[in-house]
């Protein structure tokens, strides 16, 4: 029986290993499901590829990530309006109900423009969610240890915006220095996604497991259990300096357990 708020991987959680070990390790340790992060892995970009690792392991694809990064702008097109469709039509065929997006980067303008009705658009035509996620700023070269800007338009927070599904990233939460409880309130019903992962409040991205930083991994969990949220939530967490595939077998079993313990699963 699949729980009611099921909990998956992100394929991002094993890298530098490839989109297949995530649906291997998510098997082996017990996940409801995975989400893929399309990027230069040439396996997450395949959807052959990734169906048949869906099959095989029986571990079903819930989200896709889209290729939102700096190092995925030329992934599936260099144009990100055709990355994006071409996102939903591969959460389509793979059976996903969710498609995280990142806001527009500032210098896309005429993406950026056009993005808010882009994602109303595709929601309406295929019936899957495009959640968009929040961000934090960055440093610049040159800027100084405290200078920091947005890279994304309008602003790092989609609720600025207004959407009908989000992703709240609690590692992006905590690099930005926002409050992820009072960003969940401002989202709303429209909180469609998670990304749990921790972070110490350090101004960079950690993805550290849930309980290790200062974030509100449990309590934003125990909210979800209680007040019919109906999405997924997605263990991202960096394990690239694990130093032996045991300790990264540890570290994402950990982040399991900590998430199914606060849902009360």
């Not at 071409?86 to 993406?111: C, M, N």
């Not at 929601?123 to 960055?138: R, T």
């Amino acid at each position: 029986m699949v729980p009611a708020i099921p909990v998956a991987l992100s394929t991002a959680s094993v890298w530098p290993l490839r989109a297949g070990e995530g649906f291997e390790l998510a098997a082996e340790l017990g996940y409801d499901g995975v989400e893929v992060m399309v990027w230069a892995d040439p396996e997450s970009q395949s959807i052959s590829a990734l169906r048949k690792r869906s099959r095989n392991t029986g571990v079903p694809v819930v989200s896709l990530h889209s290729p939102s990064l700096l190092i995925t702008q030329r992934v599936w097109s260099p144009d990100p309006v055709v990355r994006l469709r071409k996102s939903v039509d591969a959460a389509v065929e793979l059976g996903a109900s969710t498609v995280v997006v990142h806001p527009p980067f500032r210098w896309q303008r005429r993406y950026g423009d056009a993005f808010p009705e882009l994602v109303a658009e595709l929601e309406a035509d295929s019936g899957v969610d495009v959640a968009v996620e929040n961000m934090f700023k960055v440093r610049p070269p040159g800027a100084g240890r405290t200078g920091r800007v947005s890279a994304f338009r309008p602003s790092i927070d989609p609720t600025d915006v207004g959407y009908a599904h989000y992703t709240l990233d609690l590692s992006h939460a905590a690099a930005a220095g926002m409050d992820a409880l009072e960003l969940a309130d401002r989202m709303g019903a429209g909180l469609s996604h998670v990304h749990l992962s921790d972070g110490t409040g350090a101004p960079k991205d950690e993805h550290l497991v849930p309980g290790r930083g200062h974030q509100p991994c449990a309590a934003l969990l125990e909210r979800l259990a209680t007040t019919g949220y109906d999405g997924a939530v997605v263990l991202e967490i960096n394990t690239r300096s694990a130093r032996s595939p045991a300790r990264r077998v540890k570290d994402l079993a950990e982040a399991l357990l900590f998430t199914r313990l606060h849902l009360g699963q």
